[in-house]
């Protein structure tokens, strides 16, 4: 079983620490909070008592029934008190009142004593029957509810206990940030050594503020650095070799196809010819026309190798790129006629002159408006789009097809590389190829509305046309 690390041991110190001490303050801050609110309720309700006792002397010596109700309803009238009873060691009941309230009923009373300080008691003792004075004449009693007090006591209680587990959650989250600053740069090391040591050298660790931590992430990364940039150099001249040694192969096999089929296959083309003039039979009219096609096929193939493997030297002069694109759309519109697929220029700048070999851009710009003809359904449209990026003119195709499968989408410009059943996989490295020497730049995406976007960059002024 693994043991704990520091980070949770170090949370898990200070949950308990800060859990304890806000229990043990919040009980003893509840208590205190209790006792204090209870016994000024009761001291209220004491003073309250005494209060009624000390204005119902007059009323008890003179026998004034309605005044002391009057002085007990207007008792009543407080929030807590349920009952207000007023007698007199005479006459018994002076005055009675109450009312429904929910909640534990308690009882409090205060005696109604003479006073000799009071004025009208002198008067009634001269009068009537000799009284002492701080004789007890009669009685207060007050029956009032703590049902008030106790709902008041528990939501002060929750709110007071929210607060502290709030206190309390408030320094758990802070500590564990605290605590996790000290420990995740040690801990970043030893997920970045366990990935470089699976084979993934491209990740690094980050520079913290620490010092200690900072001076091994410096070193490990600049190990990382040195290590990753031997192996893209390792890979960079691996694919060079690779892509050096199959050019050298096509170019040995297009030497070998230019002798042994391009011959034949023009006689064979010549024969055709010659059997067509002499033919008169439907049948065999259709038959020899299966037969031309496929010769006219292989004969692209051919050519398609040749001009990969053998590329002409280009001949840069100023071009007017949107002519190049005019005219190589409307040489796909007529070849695509049975095809019922719109196809314009969206948008073009007034000035679009490029230093280029226009036939190898006219083949450039063929080859990508093929694939987008191929690719566009019954009805979809391709729109070209050219524009002017400072010193670049830039120009989209976009076709409405199926798109391209995002697993490959990074090596369709790769030579042979293809989806197609008749395809030789070198029409858009071909393309690759026409633009590498024009110093541009070729991307393909997917559109977020269907079809697929190739956008290509030419400079106007390519440092490739310097020397020639």
């Known amino acids: 079983m693994r043991r704990p690390g520091i980070h949770f041991r170090l949370v898990a110190a200070a949950v308990l620490v800060i859990c304890a001490t806000s229990f043990t303050l919040g009980y003893v801050g509840v208590k205190i909070f209790h006792g204090f609110v209870r016994e000024r309720f009761d001291d209220r309700m004491s003073f309250m008592a005494r209060y009624l006792a000390l204005n119902a002397e007059l009323g008890i010596l003179i026998g004034e029934k309605d005044m002391l109700a009057n002085q007990a309803e207007n008792l009543l009238a407080e929030k807590d008190v349920a009952e207000v009873t007023i007698t007199s060691r005479q006459e018994g009941l002076m005055a009675h009142v109450s009312k429904k309230i929910t909640g534990p009923l308690h009882d409090i009373e205060a005696p109604v004593v003479v006073k000799s300080s009071r004025e009208e008691s002198r008067a009634f003792n001269s009068v009537g029957a000799a009284r002492a004075d701080n004789q007890n004449i009669g009685r207060v009693r007050i029956k009032y509810s703590t049902a008030g007090i106790n709902r008041f006591l528990t939501r002060m209680t929750v709110r007071f206990l929210i607060l502290a587990a709030a206190m ?27 990935k470089v040591g699976e084979g993934d050298l491209e990740t690094r660790v980050h520079l913290t503020r620490l010092p200690e931590t900072r001076e091994v992430a410096l070193a490990f990364n600049s190990m990382l650095d040195s290590i990753e940039k031997s192996r893209r150099a390792v890979e960079a001249a691996n694919k060079q070799m690779m892509r050096q040694n199959t050019l ?60 990969f493997a053998r590329p002409v030297k280009p001949y840069f002069r100023e071009v007017d790129f949107n002519a190049v694109l005019k005219k190589v759309l409307d040489s796909c519109r007529m070849q695509f006629k049975d095809r019922t697929v719109h196809a314009e220029i969206a948008a073009a700048p007034s000035e679009a002159m490029v230093y280029a070999d226009p036939d190898l851009c006219e083949r450039m710009v063929g080859n990508l408006l093929k694939n987008a003809f191929d690719a566009s359904p019954a009805g979809g449209s391709i729109i070209v789009r050219a524009y002017r990026e400072g010193e670049m003119y830039t120009f989209d195709i976009a076709d409405e097809g199926p798109g391209i499968d995002e697993t490959i989408i990074d090596k369709i410009f790769e030579p042979f590389f293809t989806t197609r059943s008749k395809g030789t996989g070198l029409g858009l490295a071909y393309v690759v190829q026409i633009v590498n020497t024009h110093d541009g730049c070729i991307t393909a995406e997917n559109r977020q509305s269907g079809g697929a976007l190739f956008r290509v960059k030419i400079p106007l002024q390519s440092s490739s046309a310097e020397g020639v």
């Open 248 to 307: 050298a192969e096509m170019g040995k096999f297009s030497l070998m196809v230019a002798h042994e089929v391009k011959n034949p296959l023009g006689i064979m083309k010549s024969s055709l010819d010659s059997l067509k003039k002499r033919s008169a039979d439907t049948h065999s009219d259709t038959m020899i026309a299966y037969i031309e096609d496929e010769i006219s096929r292989l004969n692209r193939l051919i050519e398609d190798f040749l001009a």
């Open 168 to 194: 309390a959650g408030i320094c758990v989250v802070v500590f564990f940030f605290v605590s996790r600053t000290l420990v995740a740069p040690l801990r970043e090391l030893s997920d970045t050594a366990k």
